[in-house]
């Protein structure tokens, strides 16, 4: 049999990696009675119409990340908040990769024909620019892109900014063209897509890490049996350190080469400019818990609970 996996990024980007091992891994174990093919993004439309892709069965795999997914499941739009994850990258993993916060989300994705099968790291955000944004009062009037989730236009609007949502692929136009002064996105990504070429400034707040989350089609994950099923968790369970070092490899090295061919200037917060913009963002979990109602409220919850409790 044949599995479908499609991509939210390029080939060369962190979930193509992802993919990739995961594809080694899922053949070899099945002697070749599986086979993955992976679909970078370009081939099969936005991140949206992937996942409509997923829920109809068209595709078995997919990433499906919660700057976009939470138009549908606003209960995941939990991983967009800022300023609620841990500094420190190990916590961060644990929390993401916890049970407790896995089986909380997955009747929402059930919901939508979707099975939720695990939560991947993929570096902090950074937020690019034609200028520094070491404060709220740089992001005034700002035209900011942001992923087409309503909760970060929330988390923008907070800081007085002015979010534009588009889909990743117009990204690169929007800022050619100046419809957008900037965006926000992992190095990585920041790199690959070539905004940088676009942009003087990239400023590190580490508000958020960007997350994804990898989902199956509902109607094909019920169709496997018990053993299947287990292999798939036992990959994913295998790949959370793995792709976490990679990432952070990832991410690294393309800061070295956005830097190396100048032209972009790289500015780091203090702890006091990031505690202006925590206390800027703390009422938009207000906001995200009107949107994802008492479930939302039970998600973010438990997600704070975990930090705290992985923190210590
Ligand atoms: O900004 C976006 O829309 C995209 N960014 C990344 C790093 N991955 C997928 C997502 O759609």
Redesign the pocket.
């Known amino acids: 049999v044949t599995w479908r996996f499609a991509l ?2 390029i080939e060369g ?3 193509d990696t992802y993919a990739q091992e995961f594809k080694r891994r899922i053949e070899s174990r099945s002697d070749g009675a599986i086979t993955v093919e992976v679909y970078p ?1 370009g081939s099969l439309g936005s ?1 949206s119409q992937i996942t409509e892709m997923l829920q109809s069965g068209a595709l078995e795999l997919a ?1 499906a ?1 919660p ?2 997914l939470a138009d549908a499941i606003p209960e995941v739009g939990v991983f967009t908040l800022h300023f609620v994850l841990s500094d420190d990258d190990a916590v961060n993993r644990q929390v993401l990769s916890d049970p407790e916060l896995h089986a909380l989300l997955q009747p929402p994705y059930r919901d939508q024909d979707l099975e939720l099968l695990g939560v991947v790291q ?1 570096g902090w955000m950074v937020w690019s620019g034609d200028r520094a944004l070491r404060s709220p009062a740089d992001f005034d009037g700002f035209k900011i892109r942001t ?1 087409t989730s309503p909760i970060l236009v929330e988390s923008y609007r907070a800081y007085g900014a002015n979010p534009t949502p588009m ?2 692929s117009e ?1 690169y136009s929007g800022l050619q063209l100046g419809q957008i002064d900037g ?1 926000v ?2 190095i ?2 920041i790199e690959e897509m070539s905004f940088y070429e676009e942009q003087d400034y990239l400023t590190s707040g580490r508000h958020a890490q ?1 997350v ?1 989350t990898l989902a199956g089609s509902q109607s094909w994950f019920e169709s496997l049996d018990e053993s299947t099923r287990a292999m798939i968790e036992e990959v994913r369970d295998e790949l959370v350190e793995w792709i976490d070092r990679e990432q952070q490899r990832f991410n690294a090295e393309r800061l070295d080469t956005i830097l190396e061919a100048g032209g972009t200037q790289w500015v780091e917060l203090d702890e006091d400019e990031r505690d202006v913009f925590r206390q800027a963002s703390l009422g938009v979990r207000e906001t995200y818990v009107e949107q994802a109602g008492e479930r939302g409220r039970e998600v973010l919850d438990t997600f704070l609970a975990l930090v705290e409790k992985h923190q210590d």
């Open positions: 939210e990024e980007s962190v979930q993004y991140s990433f990340s700057g976009h993929e992923m889909p990743y990204v965006q996105n992992p990585f990504a960007f994804t």
